[in-house]
């Protein structure tokens, strides 16, 4: 199925969960947020949260610095 990943197309396997659609992108997940089609999905939910085709995901990297 086709989702959007901070404006660009990804074809992923049908109902992954966000846990696991980070684990197969091998995303260090230590300090982001996650957003899906504009809606953020708090960490302890993302082994529950399953993607939907169109889907639209925004991840955000936290980054150290001044």
């Known amino acids: 199925m086709q989702i959007t990943v901070n404006g660009k ?3 992923v396997n049908n109902s992954l969960r966000l846990s696991e659609f980070f ?12 957003a899906v089609n504009g809606v953020v999905i708090h960490r302890e939910n993302w082994h529950e949260h399953r993607l939907d085709h169109d889907d639209s995901l925004t ?8």
Do not use: K, S, Y
């Not at 197969?24 to 982001?32: E, G, V």
């Open 9 to 11: 197309p990804e074809t």
């Open 23 to 34: 684990e197969h992108q091998q995303i260090n997940t230590a300090a982001i947020a996650v």
């Open 59 to 66: 991840i955000i990297q936290a980054v150290a610095g001044g």
